[in-house]
C-alpha cells in the first residue's frame, strides 16, 4: 500500500486476531550483553516457533523486563501508540486505552482500562490533560460500544477528545474537537513562550465528512472550491485551564504546489498473488477494491457500515438484499478512490501532491517539525504554533508511504520511515529489496535536508509477519545518535546512526509470528525510551518493557548516564532535547567513548580513568581540587586528540562535577 491511509487495511485485520488464555515466557535465544562488535551469526530471528503468547524469542544486547497481557476488555482488540506521564504510561487501543503503572517496570500494574472504541486512539498527555484521537465512522462521543450506523448523526465523534485525569482512575471526558477527516494522528506542541496554551497538529486521513453532519467540511478538490477540507492540516488550541474551550484556531495549507512523486509500485508477484486472493474471496461473497495495483479484501468491519446506509437510503430495514451488495459493489471503487485521494486533483496536468500527513513530529527547542505526509517528507518552520509554515520537502521513489519522523537530538538530522504496505502486510521478507520499507536519513543543513542513507531491519521475517519501519524513539546515550525502533513483527531494533551514511544495527528483540498458518496482525506498534527503560506497545500481546544490556556498542557507563536524563511526561511527536546532568557515569560514559574512537591512547584513558575513581571517593574541597587538575590536563588532550570535541565534553563535564562539588 502506498499513499492509502495507513491503518485502513490494518484495523480490517481487527477480526483475524485470536488471543490465547495465558501467557507463556520464552527464553531469549542468544545471551545478552555480547561483548563482540559481530552480530549474531546465525541471526537467531530467523525460523522463530510462532505462538500468539507463546511464540520463541531473540534478543541480542538487550532484555526484557515485563511481558504483559492486555486486561479482558481489550483483548482480540489492536492496541496502538503510547505517551507518558510520571510513572505512567498510556496505551492507546482501538478499544480505548489503558494506563499503567510502570514505576517497577519488571511488574507492570493496570490502572485504568477505559474502553472507548475509536480507529486509532493515538494518545498524547500534558500536565493532566489527556488528548485521544479518533477517526472510525462509528467511534461515538459517549464512547458507546455500539456505533453509529447513521450516515450523518449527531452521536459521531471524528476528531480529538479531551480528558481530564487529575484522578488517574477516574478519567472526564471535559472537551471535544470534530473535525472534517477526523484525527488519525495528532501532536501536541507546547509553546515556550505560551505556557496557558498547548497547540495539537491534526492529521486527518480518512474521507471527508458530510457539511450535514459538520457544517463547512467540502469534500472537492481545491482547485474547484477553496474552502476545500483537503491538502491542510488543523491546528487546535487548548487552553490548559479550561479544556473545554479548546477549538480550531487555524487550517493551514502547507502542501500547496506539490505534485504527486514517483512511486516504485509493488512486487508482481505480490500484485499476481492479490489478485488470486481477491478473486477467491468475491466467489465467496466478499468485497473487493484496488488501490495501487493491489486488489484489497474489505472485512465486515469496513463494509457493513456502508451497507447499513445504503439499507437507510432507500427507507429500508433488516438484512441487505441482493440489490443492496450489487449496488455497493459499483460504488465501492469509487469511494477507495476517494478515500486514497486517487480521484483528486485535475483532470489534466499533473496528479496533485498529499491531502494530508501521516504524522507530524515537532521539536520545539529548535522551532522545527518534521511532516511525514504520504509522498513526501517535510520540514516545517514552527516558531509561530498556529501557523506552521512548510521550509522544504523531500520525495522518493523508493517511499511508498511517509509515516513518522524523527530528529537527532541537537536538530542536524532528520530520519523518515516507510510504512509500505500499511503495517498489514509482511514487508520484511527476503525478497523485499532493503530501500522498500525502510528509514530515510537526511543531514539538514541551512534548514535543508540533504539525504544519506537507509536503514532496514536486517533480519528477513516471514509472509505471516506484518513488517515495515515504524514508531520509535532516540535513547539519550550522550554525544550519539542511537535509536530504537518498532517493526510490527519485525520486533524491535536498536541502531546507531551517528555517522549518517552508515547506520548500524546494535541490538534487537523479535518474537515468532503470531500464527503459522496466515498474516494474522501483531507486533510492535511503537517502542520509547522512557527514564532509564524502552516500552513498547504490542498490537496483540500488550504491553512489553526492556533494558539495554552493556555491550561492544554502549557501555554500562553510557547506559547509566543515559537513565540520568528523567522525562516529567513524554509525547514522542513532541520531541523533547535531553540534557545531561554533570554526573561521573557521563564522564566515565565520553572516556568509554574516546577509547572506542581511540581519541586518546590506551594509556591516557586508564590514566583518566583512575583519576576518576579517585575523585568520586573523595568529598569536599578534595574532590574539586582533583576534577579542577583532571580538567585542566584534559585542555592539554583536546589539542592532540583525533576526537578532540569528545575530549571538550569530557573536560566540561569534569568542570561541571567541580563546581557541584564546592
Partial sequence: MTSVHPRVFSGLAIGLLSVAACAHHTVSSTANGSLSMAAPSPDPRIGLRAGLMNAAEASWNMRVLSKTAPPAEFLGKINSDLAFSGKYAIQGSFNGWQIWDISNPSAPVLTTAYVCPASQSDVSVYRNLLIVSGEDLRARIDCGTEGVKDTVSKDRLRGVRIFDISDITHPRNVGNVQTCRGSHTHTLLVDPKDPENVYVYISGSSMVRSPSELPGCVGAPLDKDPNSAL???????????????????????????????????????????????????????????TVHEMERVASPQ??????????????????????????????????????????????????????????????PAIGLAGGACEGYGFLIDIRDPAHPVRIGAV??????????????????????????????????????????????????????????????????????????????????????????????????????????????????????PADSTHMSM???????????????????????????????????????????????????????????????ALARAYVDQLERSRGLSSKRISKIRGELREAEKASGAKRTDELNEIAKVLDGDASGSSDASKVRMEAATVRELAAASR
Wanted: aromatic residues 10%.
Fill in 231 to 289: 491538502f491542510r492540516i488543523e491546528v487546535i488550541k487548548v487552553p490548559v485551564a479550561h479544556p473545554e474551550q479548546a477549538a480550531i484556531v487555524s487550517s493551514p495549507r502547507i502542501f500547496a504546489d506539490l505534485v504527486a512523486p514517483a512511486r516504485h509500485g509493488e512486487p508482481p508477484e505480490d500484485i499476481a498473488a492479490s489478485h488470486k486472493i481477491a478473486a477467491e474471496a468475491r466467489a465467496k461473497g466478499a468485497f473487493t477494491f
Fill in 302 to 363: 469496513f463494509i457493513d457500515p456502508m451497507l447499513d446506509s445504503i439499507i437507510k437510503a432507500r427507507k429500508g430495514t433488516g438484512a441487505p438484499t441482493a440489490a443492496d451488495s450489487a449496488a455497493l459493489r459499483v460504488a465501492l471503487q469509487g469511494m477507495v478512490d476517494k478515500m486514497v485521494g486517487a480521484d483528486e486533483g485535475p483532470a489534466k496536468g499533473p496528479r496533485p501532491g498529499p491531502t494530508q500527513c501521516h504524522d507530524i513530529t515537532v521539536f
Fill in 395 to 512: 520525495s522518493d521513489s523508493n517511499f511508498s508511504y511517509w509515516h513518522s519522523a524523527t530528529f537527532n537530538n541537537d536538530g542536524t538530522k532528520i530520519l523518515f520511515s516507510d510504512e509500505w504496505g500499511g503495517g498489514g502486510q509482511p514487508k520484511c521478507r527476503a525478497t523485499d529489496r532493503r530501500e522498500w520499507g525502510a528509514d530515510a536519513i537526511f543531514t539538514l543543513v541551512d534548514r535543508k535536508m540533504q539525504f544519506q542513507s537507509y536503514y532496514k531491519l536486517s533480519a528477513p521475517q516471514t509472509p505471516q509477519e506484518n513488517c515495515v519501519a515504524h514508531n520509535g524513539s532516540m535513547i539519550p546515550i550522550p554525544a550519539r545518535d542511537v535509536m530504537v525502533q518498532a517493526w510490527y513483527q519485525g520486533g524491535i531494533s536498536v541502531f546507531d546512526w551517528t555517522d549518517a551514511a552508515h547506520p548500524r544495527e546494535i541490538a534487537f528483540f523479535d518474537r515468532g
Fill in 522 to 584: 501483531a507486533g510492535s506498534w511503537s517502542v520509547y525510551w522512557y527514564n532509564g527503560v524502552m516500552v513498547s506497545s504490542e498490537i496483540a500481546r500488550g504491553l512489553d518493557i526492556f533494558e539495554l544490556s552493556p555491550s561492544a556498542f554502549i557501555s554500562q557507563n553510557e547506559i547509566d548516564a543515559a537513565k540520568t536524563v528523567h522525562l516529567d511526561y513524554l509525547n514522542t511527536q513532541g520531541q523533547p532535547k535531553f540534557v545531561w546532568p554533570a554526573s561521573f
